[in-house]
């Protein structure tokens, strides 16, 4: 069976094969304001995640974009992509680099980090196991010496990285794959487990996020992986009077005084 696509194009199916025709891929092939709007911010992204030795390929190819894409017609009315303003700050960019680095060669690093408890930022020594993308955030996986287990940090809240010259202590069985779940960075043999109820106004919601189980009054339990006091508090105060803590005891007392905090403050 033969197929006139459109003119210049035709395709051919026969018993186990697809033939394609054309002449309209022997010339160069422009490309809307759109596309090049897309390949911009495509390279200005991975100019960010590259080293400085390697980006600057990348940096020449997005300046032949610009400039293609300078030079077309004013009638598109869809305003120009800046890809830099979705992307990460110069401090971030290092430091992904550094971590790279860490990890290529298995060496340990020293970050400093800022958190709840810590807003200025603690340092920490770290054997880094690698590295994870998920929604819009990038996260160190890394066995962190103060709190002698696995940790994960989150990229933008690092203040800086050093490459430190001692051999990182990496086990050879761990997946790093295994860090992901429900899109979320979070390890999956932590040693604790937050449980939490959500009411039965949110469980219906709750529930298209992951396992839950049901309860009678129509709330839904859930275990998290407990990984990091701070976000245990955070995550149970977003939902507000609709999510309990049920364990561990250590959690609730936190929510608690978070809460009352909250409560003696000015409004």
């Given at each position: 069976?033969?197929?006139?696509?459109?003119?210049?194009?035709?395709?051919?199916?026969?018993?186990?094969?697809?033939?394609?025709?054309?002449?309209?891929?022997?010339?160069?092939?422009?490309?809307?304001?759109?596309?090049?709007?897309?390949?911009?911010?495509?390279?200005?992204?991975?100019?960010?995640?590259?080293?400085?030795?390697?980006?600057?390929?990348?940096?020449?190819?997005r300046h032949r974009v610009t400039s293609a894409a300078t030079g077309l017609s004013a009638e598109s009315t869809r305003p120009p992509v800046h890809a830099s303003s979705m992307l990460a700050s110069e401090r971030d960019a290092e430091c992904l680099s550094l971590l790279r680095t860490a990890i290529s060669a298995r060496r340990k690093a020293e970050l400093v980090y800022r958190s709840g408890s810590s807003p200025d930022g603690s340092t920490r020594s770290v054997h880094p196991y690698g590295l994870v993308f998920a929604r819009g955030h990038w996260y160190l996986v890394a066995h962190c010496e103060k709190s002698k287990s696995i940790r994960i940090f989150r990229l933008d809240r690092m203040i800086s990285v050093v490459v430190l010259d001692e051999p990182a202590d990496i086990p050879d069985h761990f997946e790093l794959e295994a860090t992901l779940v429900n899109g979320r960075a979070l390890v999956n043999n932590a040693e604790e487990v937050l449980r939490v109820r959500y009411s039965a106004h949110i469980a219906r919601w709750i529930a298209e996020h992951g396992k839950v189980e049901e309860q009678p009054d129509g709330s839904v339990i859930v275990e998290h992986a407990l990984l990091d006091d701070d976000w245990a508090v955070r995550h149970v105060l977003q939902y507000g009077p609709e999510a309990e803590v049920l364990a561990p005891p250590r959690i609730q007392a936190l929510v608690t005084e978070r809460v009352e905090l909250l409560l003696e403050g000015p409004f």
């Amino acid at each position: 069976m033969i197929i006139d696509v459109l003119e210049g194009v035709r395709l051919a199916f026969g018993g186990d094969t697809v033939q394609l025709e054309s002449t309209l891929f022997r010339r160069p092939m422009g490309l809307t304001p759109d596309e090049l709007g897309a390949l911009e911010l495509g390279l200005a992204a991975l100019e960010q995640e590259l080293p400085p030795h390697e980006a600057t390929v990348a940096k020449r190819a997005r300046h032949r974009v610009t400039s293609a894409a300078t030079g077309l017609s004013a009638e598109s009315t869809r305003p120009p992509v800046h890809a830099s303003s979705m992307l990460a700050s110069e401090r971030d960019a290092e430091c992904l680099s550094l971590l790279r680095t860490a990890i290529s060669a298995r060496r340990k690093a020293e970050l400093v980090y800022r958190s709840g408890s810590s807003p200025d930022g603690s340092t920490r020594s770290v054997h880094p196991y690698g590295l994870v993308f998920a929604r819009g955030h990038w996260y160190l996986v890394a066995h962190c010496e103060k709190s002698k287990s696995i940790r994960i940090f989150r990229l933008d809240r690092m203040i800086s990285v050093v490459v430190l010259d001692e051999p990182a202590d990496i086990p050879d069985h761990f997946e790093l794959e295994a860090t992901l779940v429900n899109g979320r960075a979070l390890v999956n043999n932590a040693e604790e487990v937050l449980r939490v109820r959500y009411s039965a106004h949110i469980a219906r919601w709750i529930a298209e996020h992951g396992k839950v189980e049901e309860q009678p009054d129509g709330s839904v339990i859930v275990e998290h992986a407990l990984l990091d006091d701070d976000w245990a508090v955070r995550h149970v105060l977003q939902y507000g009077p609709e999510a309990e803590v049920l364990a561990p005891p250590r959690i609730q007392a936190l929510v608690t005084e978070r809460v009352e905090l909250l409560l003696e403050g000015p409004f």
